[in-house]
């Protein structure tokens, strides 16, 4: 999974995703679940689970694969920076 989400990363987005501080991030992703993961959630039923729709599954889908691009850009971003020589 992680080598194909790696060849769809533009530099746009690369240069994008490093822009900001932890703290924007963690706001922005916050946000994203806010709204995505548990402001599409569909009503319990008399059990009081949940019967996901295909199109909550899809975007919740990608989603995932979005953050989990931004997550990879932003840690080597870190790294990159905190193990600079100069």
């Excluded at 822009?19 to 806010?34: C, I, M, N, Q, Y």
Aim: glycine residues 6%; aromatic residues 6%.
């Amino acid at each position: 999974m992680a080598s194909d989400l790696i060849g769809h990363i533009t530099k746009d987005q690369q240069t994008q995703w490093q822009s900001g501080s932890p703290a924007d991030w963690a706001k922005k992703t916050f946000a994203l679940s806010k709204d995505d993961a548990y402001g599409q959630l569909p009503a319990t039923n008399a059990r009081g689970s949940f019967r996901l729709t295909d199109d909550y599954v899809t975007t919740a889908t990608n989603d995932v694969g979005i953050q989990l691009s931004k997550a990879g850009v932003r840690l080597a971003t870190i790294l990159n920076q905190a193990l600079h020589k100069p």
